[in-house]
C-alpha cells in the first residue's frame, strides 16, 4: 500500500502544473481581449468627438450662410454688378422697363451675355435684393469683393454702368448719385 500511494501524489502533480499554465494562458488571452477591446470602445470615442467637431463647424459654417444676407455670399464680380445695377434702379421704389433694358444692356455689353444669360442675371439680382435693400448698403456689402477681383478698368466701367442705371428713366435721384460718387472714390481706395 505504501508503493501505491507514493506514486499517486507525482501523477496528479504532473498534471496540476499543465492545468495552472493553461488558465495562466486563458486568462492573458482573456486580459489581452479585454484591452483590445478597450482600445477599439476608445477608437470609436475617439472618432465620435471627431465627427461631432467636425458636424459642429458644418452647422456654424451652415447657421452663418443662412442668416448672412444673400448679398454676402456672393462670389462673381459680374454677379455683384448686376446686383448693383438692380439696387440702384430700385431705389426710387421700383424698377420701370427703360430701367431694366438697360441694365440687359449693360450687362450683354461689358459681360457679353446673351439675352437669356442677362435675363437669368437680372431675376437673380433682383432675388437678391427682392426687399428693397438700401442701394448704400448693397454697394458697402460688395465693396470688398470688388476690390480684390476687379482691376481699375472694371471699375471705372462698373461705375458707368451704375451711373448709366441711374439716369436711365430721365429721373436723376440725388441721394442715388451720391452714392455712386462714394462708392467711386471707395472702391478707387481700396486699388
Known amino acids: 500500500m505504501v508503493a501505491a500511494t507514493y506514486l499517486r501524489p507525482p501523477t496528479r502533480g504532473k498534471f496540476m502544473h499543465i492545468l ?8 492573458m488571452a482573456i486580459f489581452i481581449l479585454w484591452r483590445i477591446q478597450q482600445a ?12 461631432s467637431a467636425k458636424g459642429l463647424f458644418r452647422r456654424w459654417r451652415w447657421r452663418r450662410k443662412v442668416n448672412a444676407s444673400p448679398t454676402d455670399l456672393i462670389e462673381d464680380p459680374r454677379e455683384a454688378a448686376s446686383v448693383l445695377m438692380i439696387a440702384v434702379a430700385q431705389a426710387d421704389g421700383r424698377i420701370s422697363d427703360t430701367e431694366r433694358q438697360v441694365i440687359a444692356h449693360q450687362i450683354k455689353k461689358f459681360f457679353g451675355a446673351s439675352d437669356g444669360q442677362a ?11 427682392r426687399e428693397g435693400i438700401d442701394p448704400s448698403e448693397v454697394m458697402r456689402r460688395l465693396t470688398p469683393l470688388l476690390q480684390k477681383t476687379t482691376t481699375s478698368a472694371q471699375r471705372g466701367q462698373l461705375i458707368a454702368m451704375l451711373t448709366a442705371t441711374a439716369t436711365a428713366d430721365g429721373i436723376q435721384d440725388e441721394m442715388t448719385v451720391f452714392d455712386i460718387s462714394r462708392f467711386a472714390k471707395q472702391l478707387s481706395a481700396g486699388a
Open 20 to 27: 495552472v499554465s493553461l488558465l495562466g494562458v486563458l486568462g
Open 40 to 51: 477599439a470602445y476608445l477608437a470609436r470615442e475617439v472618432a465620435d468627438v471627431a465627427g
Open 119 to 129: 435675363g437669368a442675371l437680372i431675376a437673380q439680382s433682383e432675388w437678391v435684393v
